[in-house]
């Protein structure tokens, strides 16, 4: 099925009365402090991630790590005597043998799961599946083949849990975008993520956009000004 740039999908309602760009608060970049030492001003800008080791290491102060993406490296326990802060979201890594403990969390904030590549029986759009049905966000890890991220994809659109990935360059975020479009379209998903239609994403009107934020709920990223550059370049901002 072909739909056109309007995008006839199921469109989340808008939460502010102004449009915002397809990009806004996509980028999260990783925090290595407690607290911010320099606050990035971009339309792209998101949550920063932050270990939950670095917010337990800093107890004993008055620091306050605001509103963050926890990565969870340590047992969630310990967080109870974190410093302050306001988790919007978990991150968590797991091997594929260990995805039922990660369906099983229950946290206090949404939870997103990256489930390790590795050569089991158990393929992304699986691990997906089990994870949307569980009520989590599963994690798209960067590198995948195109015909399993299209799977994953294809899972995604289906349900509203949503999706985070991890991406090294601003090329794989516009695939990623492209990607996300071209599933929630019913087009060649493939083809999408192998060449971004840069037009059609610059075109997309603010329902169709804020729609697919519903499902592409952020993109963590090594170099948020690299990524920015790439999506200027595109017509994105």
Not at 43 to 51: D, E, F, K, L
Not at 70 to 96: G, N
Not at 119 to 124: E, F, G, H, K
Request: with cysteine; proline share 8%.
């Amino acid at each position: 099925m072909s739909i056109p740039v309007s995008l006839s999908m199921p469109a989340l309602p808008s939460r502010n009365s102004a449009p915002r760009p397809l990009v806004a608060g996509l980028l999260h970049q990783r925090r290595e402090a407690a607290v911010p030492t320099v606050v990035r001003d971009a339309v792209t800008t998101g949550h920063p991630v932050v270990a939950a080791s670095v917010l337990t290491a800093a107890v004993g102060t008055d620091a306050d790590a605001g509103a963050v993406i926890v990565e969870l490296d340590v047992a969630p326990r310990a967080l109870q005597s974190a410093i302050d802060h306001r988790a919007v979201r978990y991150h968590v890594d797991c091997p594929p043998e260990q995805i039922e403990d990660a369906v099983d969390l229950r946290l206090s904030a949404p939870v997103a799961v990256f489930v390790t590549p590795d050569d089991s029986v158990a393929t992304l759009a699986e691990s997906a599946q089990l994870l949307a049905d569980a009520g989590h966000s599963p994690g798209l890890i960067a590198g995948q083949p195109v015909e399993a991220v299209a799977d994953f994809l294809a899972v995604l659109t289906h349900t509203s849990v949503g999706f985070v990935a991890r991406a090294n360059d601003g090329a794989e975020v516009l695939a990623l975008l492209a990607g996300t479009v071209a599933s929630l379209r019913g087009d060649d998903v493939r083809a999408a993520l192998a060449a971004p239609d840069l037009a059609a994403l610059a075109a997309l009107i603010p329902d169709a956009a804020e729609a697919v934020r519903g499902v592409l709920l952020g993109i963590e990223v090594p170099d948020p000004h690299e990524v920015d550059r790439v999506l200027a370049d595109a017509g994105l901002l």
